[in-house]
């Protein structure tokens, strides 16, 4: 049966699988989410456990596609996509004492859990545009992790040509050179010289563009991307098979969460018949989903810049989609909310709405000394070096965690080579590369760096797109 995708804002045509991957953000400025929550079947769950990383991720998103891709052709991109990872297993789950389980997202191309999306949402893109004959242009913005994700992802094809925006000398230079030194000709890296804001805006202008929008045919790979979703629901449901989820036993995530993409998936896990009793919502300083799962309201303040950069978020655009969901799927009533949302810099909802939450989401707000001793403590006890994000999901789930009989999967969403500085400052030592990446240093680099001016970024993506 195939599936249908809705708006969240109520108002945009419904549209198959295949569309709603190119599409990215719905007409109606919502976002799209499946007309209803496949059930996993009888006895999945069991069967799953015997079966590998790949095989269990076709299985999970069939439903999701059926009828827009070609069975075969969905199962080799699957299958490729986790090949590109240092480990069968593709997502590893770590005991760490105390029923307490690192899933560690961080073994692909780029060391961070973007890549679990990525690599399969390239090639499906790719997929889907062959088979309409069609080449796009791909811009984007990005403050350092989804940058290198979407590079690797889209490197080398000939339906894509990529152009990533980064503020220069504002990301890491490990972040940097895992972009700049994809060599590969559809490959763009421009070092914009303002802010990730300033980069952003850039990239809404181009958008905004009707004329040069539709003559480059420009597209996103961006984290609203229903696809993207989609992939991630996979680990919860591999995690939980791990722990006793077949037999019914119930685990527990928690989730060190930015644009909320990563825990909705987990919530369409729970949907789908996967037995989780408790999402913990972890943030850094820049705390508005705690604010809003623990009061109901929330307000946008300024963006805090902490240890754990790829948190350091104020609006997280895929909570829309679970507004929708415990809002009884009233698209009228999300745009009202959204539009409020934007011109008063502050909403709520209901108590009874916040109740349909409370009993399986908690949500903590971790600050930087708090990270700084969570790496520094389990370093000391276990040996393993945390990287930022993940010791804000472990220190968040060790206050919040609701019953120490339920195993809790900690998200470890990346590599602690990734963000060197912080961790070396915690355990006193440097975490070094994995193998693959150890040369990275003393790879050449390719970018251009810009001025901070729209009229200048899009000459030099016309010059490079040629006529
Ligand atoms: C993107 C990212 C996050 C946040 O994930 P969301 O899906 O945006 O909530 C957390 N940690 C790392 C390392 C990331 O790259």
Redesign the pocket.
């Given at each position: 049966m195939t599936l249908t995708y809705v708006s969240t804002r109520g108002a945009a045509p419904e549209l198959g699988f295949a569309d709603v991957l190119l599409a990215g953000l719905a007409v109606d400025g919502g976002l799209y989410v499946p007309e209803r929550w496949p059930a996993l079947p009888v006895g999945a769950l069991g069967r799953f456990a015997s079966m590998d990383y790949p095989a269990v991720a076709v299985e999970v998103m069939w439903p999701f596609v059926e009828g827009s891709i070609p069975r075969d052709d969905f199962e080799v991109a699957v299958r490729d996509a986790y090949a590109s990872f240092d480990t069968p297993d593709v997502v590893p789950l770590r005991d760490i004492g105390d029923d307490l389980h690192l899933a560690e997202l961080w073994h692909g191309p780029t060391l961070?859990?973007?890549d679990i999306a990525l690599q399969l949402v390239g090639r499906l893109f790719d997929l889907e545009l062959r088979r309409r004959s069609e080449r796009v242009t791909i811009v984007g913005a990005t403050s350092g992790?989804?940058g290198s994700a979407a590079i690797e992802a889209l490197r080398d094809r000939d339906t894509a040509e990529v152009f990533i925006l980064h503020p220069a000398g504002r990301v890491s230079e490990v972040q940097r050179r895992q972009m700049t030194t994809v060599l590969s000709p559809n490959i763009h890296n421009l070092a914009v010289e303002g802010t990730f804001d300033d980069c952003q805006d850039i990239v809404k202008a181009l958008f905004a563009d009707e004329s040069f929008r539709t003559r480059r045919n420009l597209s996103a790979v961006n984290?609203i991307n229903w696809a993207r979703v989609m992939a991630q629901i996979v680990y919860y449901v591999t995690s939980a098979v791990r722990l006793g989820g077949a037999s019914g036993r119930p685990v527990a995530f928690s989730?060190?969460?930015?644009?909320?993409?990563?825990?909705f998936a987990g919530y369409g896990a729970q949907r789908m018949g996967v037995p989780i009793s408790q999402f913990v919502v972890a943030s850094n300083r820049n705390d508005i989903l705690t604010q809003f799962l623990t009061t109901g309201s929330m307000t946008i303040g300024e963006v805090h810049p902490t240890l754990?950069p790829?948190?350091d978020?104020q609006v997280?655009s895929?909570l829309e989609r679970l507004l929708f969901e415990i809002g009884g799927r009233d698209g009228t009533e999300i745009a009202e909310l959204m539009t409020r949302f934007r011109a008063e810099g502050t909403v709520s909802v209901e108590a009874e709405r916040l109740d349909l939450l409370a009993e399986h989401w908690s949500a903590a707000r971790i600050d930087d000394e708090v990270t700084a001793g969570t790496i520094a403590r389990t370093f000391e006890r276990t040996g393993i070096a945390l990287?930022p994000?993940t010791a804000v999901g472990l220190a968040a789930a060790e206050q919040v965690r609701a019953d120490r009989s339920v195993p809790m999967v900690v998200l470890s969403?990346?590599h602690p080579a990734?963000f060197p500085d912080a961790v070396e400052s915690a355990i006193g030592t440097r975490p070094p590369l994995p193998a693959p990446l150890a040369d990275l240093f003393d790879r050449p680099e390719r970018y251009e760096v810009l001025p901070n001016d729209y009229g200048i970024v899009r000459r030099a993506i016309e010059d490079a797109l040629g006529s």
């Open positions: 961070a859990f973007k992790d989804t984290s989730v060190p969460t930015g644009n909320f993409g990563n825990v754990s790829s948190m978020i997280s895929n990287d994000h969403t990346a990734k």
